[in-house]
């Protein structure tokens, strides 16, 4: 099903929890709605939901406005992050349960529990209690408990928060997985950029209500549209260095001596006499020899985190830079680094 939201608006006395939203999810899009804490996630969830009605704005599923349609009318299966489980009732029992008002006989709804339960691969638990099972098969129970009905839409709010580092990276695979097998329009709310990038078709990237990006993973990272949406995404974080524009192809990095030659990205070209900032991501940084660097500086502090080195460098004065580089590389503190960069991103 085909989603779209139109100037969607939604506050709550004071608060612009959704402000001006405009948005169309594709029949059989896996989308990620992601942003920090408060920015309007879960109320942008509810509106699709029909669990809050907007302040105005449409809402059409295929090309129906769904506005007045009641939650239970609107054909959506929902997983929370808490899973909300019946804990008296078997697991076949509580993915049947959705069914119970539906018109089925008891037969035809456990055959349909146990065809969803396949798909989530929890056949062997069918008979347990949600207590007797981890995090992740409660999680998987949720999901077949909403996918039963068969909707026509999932929404899924941080439904992988409360799982372990390791089983949120094997769940949100399974998730892809379940979402393409059965091919069902999903929206996924999640504060975690890597979760957002490693499941999504499209993310919606929000903040203060407002959409920021709305974008393939690749093009968010690739081609950040502000420097909020550049900073979101990617760890360590981008690095941004205020310059000022001097001519041509050259720009002065504001306060110090260091003018930069970046006749190899014309994106910096016609912004005479403004202030520039280049975003530069951590591994966008080339250690290089002084006659090729761009410049050089000095090393501060080093992380190693597995196969790579987190760099905190002074460029010059207090203007500090993060870089990546490879394990492989003898660097000691105090070195002088000669850099290059293969990309530049510019604000
Ligand atoms: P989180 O990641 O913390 O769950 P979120 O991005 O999902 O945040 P929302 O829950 O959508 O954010 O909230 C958006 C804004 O609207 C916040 O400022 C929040 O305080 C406010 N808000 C949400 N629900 C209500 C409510 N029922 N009454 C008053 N304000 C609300």
């Known amino acids: 099903m085909k989603i779209k939201l139109e100037n969607l608006y939604k506050t709550f006395e004071d608060t612009i929890a959704v402000n001006n939203l405009n948005l ?41 406005i ?28 509580n993915i049947m349960f959705p069914l119970e008002m539906q018109g ?72 892809k997985r379940i979402q393409k097998e059965v091919n069902i329009t999903t929206i996924f709310v999640t504060h975690d950029q890597e979760e957002a990038m490693s499941i999504s078709d499209r993310i919606l990237l929000m903040k203060d209500g407002i959409c920021q990006q709305y974008d393939t993973p690749k093009n968010m990272y690739t081609k950040p549209k502000n420097k909020f949406v550049a900073k ?12 000022k524009y001097k001519d041509k192809y050259r720009v002065e990095i504001l306060g110090s001596d260091i003018s930069l030659d970046l006749c190899k990205f014309p994106n910096i070209i016609n912004m005479e006499d403004k202030n520039i900032i ?5 591994e966008d940084f080339i250690i290089t020899t002084e006659e090729n660097a761009l410049f050089s500086a ?43 960069i293969k990309n530049l991103h510019v604000f």
């Not at 008891?106 to 347990?128: G, Q, V, Y």
């Not at 090393?299 to 002074?314: P, R």
Request: glycine residues 6%; aromatic residues 6%; proline residues 4%.
């Open 24 to 64: 169309e999810i594709k029949d059989g899009e896996l989308i990620s709605i992601l942003g920090p804490s408060g920015c309007g996630k879960s109320t942008t969830l509810f509106l699709i939901a029909g669990l809050h009605s907007p302040d105005s704005g449409n809402i059409y599923f295929g090309d129906k």
């Open 66 to 93: 769904v506005n007045k349609v009641e939650a239970e009318d609107r054909g959506i299966g929902m997983v929370f992050q808490n899973y909300a489980l019946y804990p008296h009732m078997s697991v076949l029992k």
């Open 104 to 175: 089925f006989n008891k037969k035809e709804r456990e055959e349909m529990a146990i065809e969803m339960a396949k798909i989530t691969k929890i056949e062997e638990f069918l008979n347990r209690k949600p207590s007797q099972l981890s995090g992740g098969q409660q999680q998987r129970v949720a999901i077949a408990r909403a996918l039963v009905k068969k909707p026509k839409i999932l929404l899924l709010d941080e439904p992988l928060s409360n799982l372990d580092a390791r089983l949120r990276i094997e769940m949100r695979e399974e998730i």
């Open 232 to 243: 979101f995404l990617g760890n360590p974080p981008i690095n941004f260095i205020e310059t």
């Open 278 to 282: 280049l975003g530069i991501r951590p």
């Open 298 to 340: 000095k090393v501060k502090s080093m992380q190693t985190m597995g196969k790579e080195i987190y760099i905190t460098a002074i460029l010059d004065k207090n203007i500090e830079i993060t870089l990546i580089t490879s394990w492989d590389f003898n660097i000691e503190l105090e070195d002088i680094l000669y850099l290059n």
